[in-house]
Protein backbone atom coordinates (compact mmCIF):
# COMPACT_ATOMS: atom_id res chain seq x y z
CA UNK A 1 0.00 0.00 0.00
CA UNK A 2 1.52 3.57 -1.22
CA UNK A 3 1.68 6.07 1.50
CA UNK A 4 -0.60 8.22 -0.07
CA UNK A 5 -3.30 5.81 0.49
CA UNK A 6 -2.40 5.76 4.36
CA UNK A 7 -1.73 9.46 4.52
CA UNK A 8 -5.88 9.41 2.73
CA UNK A 9 -7.00 7.67 5.39
CA UNK A 10 -5.62 9.23 7.83
CA UNK A 11 -6.59 12.71 6.75
CA UNK A 12 -10.12 11.69 6.45
CA UNK A 13 -12.69 12.34 8.74
CA UNK A 14 -14.90 9.76 10.35
CA UNK A 15 -17.54 11.10 8.47
CA UNK A 16 -15.58 11.57 5.49
CA UNK A 17 -14.69 8.10 5.69
CA UNK A 18 -17.98 6.44 6.20
CA UNK A 19 -19.90 8.45 3.08
CA UNK A 20 -16.60 6.70 0.88
CA UNK A 21 -17.63 3.48 2.13
CA UNK A 22 -21.23 3.81 1.48
CA UNK A 23 -20.55 5.21 -2.12
CA UNK A 24 -17.85 2.26 -2.54
CA UNK A 25 -20.45 -0.51 -1.47
CA UNK A 26 -23.15 1.49 -3.73
CA UNK A 27 -20.76 0.69 -7.06
CA UNK A 28 -19.42 -2.75 -5.95
CA UNK A 29 -23.16 -3.88 -5.55
CA UNK A 30 -23.60 -2.03 -9.13
CA UNK A 31 -20.72 -4.11 -10.43
CA UNK A 32 -21.45 -7.65 -8.75
CA UNK A 33 -25.30 -7.07 -10.49
CA UNK A 34 -23.26 -6.61 -13.73
CA UNK A 35 -21.25 -9.32 -13.24
CA UNK A 36 -18.59 -7.41 -14.24
CA UNK A 37 -15.21 -8.65 -14.42
CA UNK A 38 -12.51 -8.15 -11.94
CA UNK A 39 -10.53 -5.46 -13.59
CA UNK A 40 -13.55 -3.60 -14.49
CA UNK A 41 -13.07 0.31 -14.87
CA UNK A 42 -15.16 1.90 -11.46
CA UNK A 43 -15.24 5.23 -13.20
CA UNK A 44 -18.52 5.47 -14.22
CA UNK A 45 -19.57 3.16 -11.82
CA UNK A 46 -19.04 5.75 -9.01
CA UNK A 47 -19.71 8.81 -11.18
CA UNK A 48 -23.54 9.48 -9.88
CA UNK A 49 -23.02 7.69 -6.51
CA UNK A 50 -20.25 9.91 -5.73
CA UNK A 51 -21.85 13.18 -6.87
CA UNK A 52 -24.92 11.92 -4.71
CA UNK A 53 -22.73 11.78 -1.76
CA UNK A 54 -21.14 15.15 -2.33
CA UNK A 55 -17.86 13.60 -2.22
CA UNK A 56 -14.42 15.41 -3.08
CA UNK A 57 -10.97 15.49 -3.29
CA UNK A 58 -9.73 12.80 -1.04
CA UNK A 59 -12.79 11.31 0.59
CA UNK A 60 -13.83 10.32 -3.47
CA UNK A 61 -10.52 9.15 -4.20
CA UNK A 62 -10.48 6.84 -0.89
CA UNK A 63 -14.57 5.27 -2.25
CA UNK A 64 -12.88 4.70 -5.87
CA UNK A 65 -9.60 3.02 -4.41
CA UNK A 66 -11.79 0.94 -2.01
CA UNK A 67 -14.11 -0.41 -4.65
CA UNK A 68 -11.33 -0.92 -7.00
CA UNK A 69 -9.36 -2.87 -4.84
CA UNK A 70 -12.03 -4.53 -3.32
CA UNK A 71 -13.36 -5.60 -6.44
CA UNK A 72 -10.26 -6.78 -7.68
CA UNK A 73 -9.61 -9.08 -4.99
CA UNK A 74 -13.40 -9.90 -4.82
CA UNK A 75 -12.70 -13.78 -5.51
CA UNK A 76 -9.77 -13.83 -2.65
CA UNK A 77 -12.05 -12.69 -0.38
CA UNK A 78 -15.23 -14.42 -1.40
CA UNK A 79 -13.01 -17.70 -0.11
CA UNK A 80 -12.19 -16.22 3.00
CA UNK A 81 -16.26 -15.63 3.76
CA UNK A 82 -16.64 -18.86 1.90
CA UNK A 83 -13.90 -20.16 4.91
CA UNK A 84 -15.77 -18.71 7.96
CA UNK A 85 -19.08 -18.91 6.54
CA UNK A 86 -19.29 -22.74 6.62
CA UNK A 87 -23.08 -22.97 5.70
CA UNK A 88 -23.29 -20.30 3.40
CA UNK A 89 -22.58 -20.26 -0.27
CA UNK A 90 -21.15 -16.56 -1.37
CA UNK A 91 -22.90 -16.98 -4.21
CA UNK A 92 -26.32 -17.16 -2.96
CA UNK A 93 -26.03 -14.65 -0.35
CA UNK A 94 -27.83 -11.53 -0.35
CA UNK A 95 -25.52 -9.02 -2.85
CA UNK A 96 -25.66 -6.30 0.12
CA UNK A 97 -24.46 -8.99 2.60
CA UNK A 98 -21.79 -9.89 0.10
CA UNK A 99 -20.25 -7.00 -0.67
CA UNK A 100 -19.95 -5.27 2.43
CA UNK A 101 -18.05 -8.06 3.48
CA UNK A 102 -15.92 -7.78 0.56
CA UNK A 103 -15.57 -4.43 1.65
CA UNK A 104 -14.38 -4.55 5.17
CA UNK A 105 -12.46 -7.50 4.53
CA UNK A 106 -10.94 -5.08 2.07
CA UNK A 107 -9.97 -2.83 4.58
CA UNK A 108 -8.83 -4.80 7.27
CA UNK A 109 -6.58 -6.13 4.63
CA UNK A 110 -4.80 -3.45 2.28
CA UNK A 111 -5.94 -0.66 5.16
CA UNK A 112 -4.51 -1.90 8.29
CA UNK A 113 -3.86 1.67 9.72
CA UNK A 114 -7.65 2.13 10.31
CA UNK A 115 -8.58 0.09 13.32
CA UNK A 116 -10.21 -3.42 12.92
CA UNK A 117 -13.09 -2.41 15.59
CA UNK A 118 -13.93 0.68 13.48
CA UNK A 119 -13.90 -1.11 9.98
CA UNK A 120 -16.56 -4.40 11.69
CA UNK A 121 -18.58 -1.54 13.62
CA UNK A 122 -18.61 0.45 9.94
CA UNK A 123 -19.63 -2.86 8.25
CA UNK A 124 -22.30 -3.31 10.88
CA UNK A 125 -24.03 -0.35 10.38
CA UNK A 126 -23.71 -0.07 6.62
CA UNK A 127 -25.09 -3.52 6.69
CA UNK A 128 -28.14 -2.58 8.82
CA UNK A 129 -28.37 0.50 6.92
CA UNK A 130 -28.60 -1.62 3.64
CA UNK A 131 -29.57 -5.23 4.06
CA UNK A 132 -32.09 -7.01 5.98
CA UNK A 133 -33.14 -7.72 9.50
CA UNK A 134 -30.29 -10.64 10.20
CA UNK A 135 -27.61 -8.80 8.09
CA UNK A 136 -25.84 -6.79 10.79
CA UNK A 137 -25.86 -10.10 13.03
CA UNK A 138 -24.55 -12.09 10.46
CA UNK A 139 -21.77 -9.39 9.48
CA UNK A 140 -20.47 -9.56 12.73
CA UNK A 141 -20.29 -13.02 13.46
CA UNK A 142 -18.32 -13.82 9.64
CA UNK A 143 -16.11 -10.95 10.02
CA UNK A 144 -15.31 -11.44 13.79
CA UNK A 145 -14.52 -15.06 12.76
CA UNK A 146 -12.26 -13.69 9.50
CA UNK A 147 -10.53 -11.04 11.79
CA UNK A 148 -9.60 -13.83 14.49
CA UNK A 149 -8.67 -16.31 12.74
CA UNK A 150 -7.60 -15.36 9.21
CA UNK A 151 -3.82 -15.47 8.35
CA UNK A 152 -4.22 -12.76 5.88
CA UNK A 153 -5.59 -10.69 8.35
CA UNK A 154 -3.22 -11.31 11.09
CA UNK A 155 -0.48 -10.43 9.01
CA UNK A 156 -1.64 -7.23 7.93
CA UNK A 157 -2.64 -6.56 11.00
CA UNK A 158 0.96 -7.67 12.94
CA UNK A 159 2.48 -6.02 10.26
CA UNK A 160 0.65 -2.48 10.56
CA UNK A 161 1.20 -2.98 14.66
CA UNK A 162 5.21 -3.47 14.16
CA UNK A 163 5.24 -0.68 11.93
CA UNK A 164 3.39 1.85 14.64
CA UNK A 165 5.30 0.46 17.60
CA UNK A 166 8.71 1.14 15.64
CA UNK A 167 7.79 4.79 14.79
CA UNK A 168 6.83 5.34 18.39
Do not use: C
Not at 39 to 63: F, R, V
Amino acid sequence: MTSKIVGMTRSLSRVERQQARRVALQGLYQLDIQRAPANAPIGETLAHPIAEAGLQGEAAEYARQLTAGTWSAATRYDEMISEASRHWDVARMPAVDRNVLRLALHELVEHPEVPARVIIDEAIEIGREFGSAETPQFINGVLDTIWKTHPMVRIARAAEANKSSDEG
